[in-house]
T-cell receptor
Framework: AQKVTQAQTEISVVEKEDVTLDCVYETRDTTYYLFWYKQPPSGELVFLIR??????QNEISGRYSWNFQKSTSSFNFTITASQVVDSAVYFC??????????????FGTGTRLTVIP | SAVISQKPSRDICQRGTSLTIQCQVDSQVTMMFWYRQQPGQSLTLIAT?????????ESGFVIDKFPISRPNLTFSTLTVSNMSPEDSSIYLC????????????FGPGTRLTVL
């Protein structure tokens, strides 16, 4: 069965600190996608990144970086030099490749990040 | 990606009434979904909105409570019927613009409070 675990319920950091949000997943499939979404206080769910299971290269986008390690089934998200605008709930999610449809996007419980000015 | 809008963005409703939420996409999409997010919780899939046919509901959700329409490939509605305070949630629609990527893009959500 598929499962996504975000063990950190809430994290607080002071502005300009780096912060890493952890995500551990379980799946029996060998082909899958991993996602991160950001939900600011306004409630909208913003897509940040999708990685497929074939590609373990780390990715960097500005202050954001993602570390995908199949050996530990983890897909961690790091924000460098955090800013107040980064305050949000962040969700990690998993879907099985090629099975788009109902009940195929499995969300973690989310990590609430608060960046203190 | 796709640009998705939802109406209303928020509402406060009385117990026993119904509210219809609209989801509009700027391009034709193959798949549309409706989710509920209860306060402080993660997202729960309500149903897949099927174009031209009845929606496919997840366990725990029924058509009488959450009727869904999808008359075309760019529009869907979700009705929350006979509301109670337990229905207070954010309701989000999502779409898959390209089946090859499996990426769901979400609308801005409708924040519903039931008194």
């Amino acid at each position: 069965a598929q499962k996504v675990t975000q063990a950190q319920t809430e994290i607080s950091v002071v502005e300009k600190e780096d912060v890493t949000l952890d995500c551990v997943y379980e799946t029996r499939d060998t082909t899958y996608y991993l996602f991160w979404y950001k939900q600011p206080p306004s409630g909208e769910l913003v897509f940040l990144i999708r990685r497929n299971s074939f590609d373990e290269q780390n990715e960097i986008s500005g202050r954001y970086s993602w570390n995908f390690q199949k050996s530990t089934s983890s897909f961690n998200f790091t924000i460098t030099a955090s800013q107040v605008v980064d305050s949000a709930v962040y969700f990690c999610a998993l879907s099985e490749m090629g099975k788009t449809g109902a009940n195929n996007l499995f969300f973690g419980t989310g990590t609430r990040l608060t960046v203190i000015p | 990606s796709a640009v998705i809008s939802q109406k209303p963005s928020r509402d406060i409703c009385q117990r026993g009434t119904s509210l219809t939420i609209q989801c509009q996409v700027d391009s034709q999409v193959t798949m549309m979904f409706w989710y509920r997010q209860q306060p402080g919780q993660s997202l729960t899939l309500i149903a897949t909105a099927n174009q031209g046919s009845e929606a496919t509901y997840e366990s725990g959700f029924v058509i009488d409570k959450f009727p869904i329409s999808r008359p075309n490939l760019t529009f869907s509605t979700l009705t929350v019927s006979n509301m109670s305070p337990e229905d207070s949630s954010i309701y989000l629609c999502s779409v898959v613009a390209s089946p090859s990527t499996d990426t769901q893009y979400f609308g801005p959500g409708t924040r519903l409070t039931v008194l």
